[in-house]
């Protein structure tokens, strides 16, 4: 997985001098900011799609439902990530925030009237698809262990290392409910907790539950992921 590209903030927000309005007289993003707590939900499927979002900090989880099953998490957006970038009118799943997140809000009229916007969206359409075939690949060759492994690779970072726990040289990333790795990896649940004692066993990682994964080792991480994309490439 790979993450979403970053808005130019200069971009978004800044206005040209009144010589430049005067003479191109440009359509201005309109944006906004705000601080949403834990599991804040941004838009929901089904809504008007009146505007796309940039997560600033934090993480947000994207899910669909799925009728008579569970909800289907489609991915984890960290910062830089865009949200809500969809061709029709109504969005087509759930933004929910993982933990207390800063997210950017740009209407999508001013996507519409701006290029700088438009190249940007373009390129994190261009990201999603081809991300969408690395893994559709990848996932149907890799064991439990390697697939969950290569997922913690890609969560987002811990802004506020947890106090009084931290572990010298760790690399603290947020923690996702196994129940929405399963959802993600389309595992099961019992799969999903076995291959985390297994990375806990080996040393790779250290996890408080909910709140965050420490990983200890990533070259042996990355060595799992790596294996499970050289297994695809020999097919």
Same mark, same amino acid.
């Given at each position: ?54 997560? /600033?900090? =934090?993480?947000?989880? !994207?899910? #669909?439902? %799925?009728?008579?099953?569970?909800? &289907?998490? +489609? ?35 001013? /996507?519409? =009237?701006?290029?700088? !916007?438009? #190249?940007? %969206?373009?390129?994190?359409?261009? &990201?999603? +698809? ?106």
């Amino acid at each position: 997985m790979q993450n979403m590209p970053r808005f130019n903030a200069p971009d978004v927000i800044e206005h040209p001098t009144a010589s430049a309005q005067r003479a191109r007289r440009p359509v201005l993003p309109t944006t906004s900011t705000a601080i949403h707590a834990k599991r804040s939900i941004i838009f929901d499927e089904g809504q008007s799609a009146e505007a796309i979002f940039q997560v /600033v900090s =934090g993480a947000v989880i !994207l899910s #669909r439902a %799925v009728q008579g099953h569970p909800r &289907r998490v +489609l991915d984890v957006v960290g910062p830089g990530g865009m949200l809500g970038v969809v061709s029709g009118p109504r969005y087509n799943c759930r933004a929910e925030t993982l933990t207390r997140s800063v997210i950017r809000r740009v209407s999508r009229s001013s /996507v519409d =009237g701006s290029e700088v !916007l438009q #190249r940007l %969206v373009g390129r994190a359409l261009t &990201r999603n +698809l081809e991300k969408l075939h690395d893994e559709a690949t990848m996932r149907a060759r890799m064991s439990a262990k390697e697939c969950v492994a290569a997922l913690i690779l890609t969560l987002p970072p811990v802004v506020a290392q947890p106090a009084g726990r931290q572990k010298q040289g760790a690399d603290y990333r947020l923690a996702l409910p196994l129940s929405d790795m399963a959802s993600y990896l389309g595992l099961a649940i019992a799969t999903v907790c076995r291959a985390m004692k297994s990375l806990k066993h080996m040393g790779a990682i250290q996890a408080s539950g909910r709140e965050w994964i420490a990983i200890i080792d990533e070259a042996a991480l990355l060595r799992l992921a790596a294996a499970g994309q050289v297994a695809n490439a020999a097919v």
